[in-house]
C-alpha cells in the first residue's frame, strides 16, 4: 500500500482527529493519540496501520484516537481532559464512520488507555456513538496483562481477531 490520497482532519502541531487513506474498503483503526504522522508523511503507527490494513484486504484506512492531541510521548498527555477539543474529536469520528455499515474497527491503544482517567470515558463515548453502526471490534497479537488490545507498533503482523466489546465493557470500563 502506497501512502497517497491521505488526508488528514487537524492541525499539524497541536491535534489531529483523522488521517485517512482513500480506498473502496477501509479499515477504521484507534489509538489512542495521534502523533506525528500527516496527510504528507506515515510514521511508524501509520506504517503497521497500512500493513494491517493491506494483510487483511483493505486498500485504506481511517486513523482515529481516543483523544486528538498530538504527542510523541503519551505522558504528556493533558492532566485534564479538553472537553471542547474531545466534543470535536467525537464529531470527526462520526463524519468518518457515521455512513459505514458494520465497519471493521481495529483497536490499538495498548495500556496507555490507562495513563488519564479520562480516555476510557473517551473511549465508552465512541464506542456508544458507533453502536448504531454494528461495529466489527478486532485486535491484533495477544492481549496485554491489564486486558487491553496491543498497540500496533509492539506487534507482529498476523491476521485480525475478533475482539469482546462487551466483555471488555463489563471488566474494564
Not at 483503526?29 to 506504517?47: C, K, R
Not at 483493505?58 to 504528556?76: H, V
Amino acid at each position: 500500500m502506497k501512502y497517497e490520497n491521505v488526508t488528514m482532519k487537524g492541525n499539524a502541531n497541536e491535534f489531529r482527529f483523522s488521517l485517512t487513506k482513500e480506498g473502496n474498503r477501509k479499515l477504521v483503526v484507534f489509538g489512542v493519540n495521534p502523533s506525528t504522522a500527516n496527510e504528507q508523511i506515515a510514521d511508524l503507527t501509520i506504517t503497521k496501520v497500512m500493513g494491517f490494513a493491506e494483510r487483511n484486504g483493505f486498500d485504506g484506512f481511517i486513523m482515529l484516537n481516543l483523544y486528538p492531541q498530538r504527542c510523541t510521548n503519551p505522558e504528556s498527555l493533558d492532566k485534564e481532559i479538553d472537553e471542547e477539543l474531545q466534543r470535536k474529536n467525537l464529531e470527526a469520528i462520526r463524519l468518518s464512520v457515521g455512513d459505514m455499515k458494520e465497519p471493521i474497527v481495529l483497536l490499538g491503544f495498548g495500556d496507555t488507555i490507562n495513563l488519564r482517567p479520562y480516555l476510557k470515558r473517551c473511549l465508552k463515548e465512541i464506542i456508544d456513538m458507533l453502536a448504531p453502526n454494528n461495529p466489527q471490534w478486532k485486535n491484533v497479537g495477544t492481549l496485554t496483562k491489564n486486558g487491553n488490545p496491543r498497540h500496533l507498533s509492539r506487534v507482529g503482523y498476523t491476521s485480525l481477531s475478533d475482539f469482546n466489546m462487551q466483555e471488555y465493557i463489563s471488566t474494564y470500563l
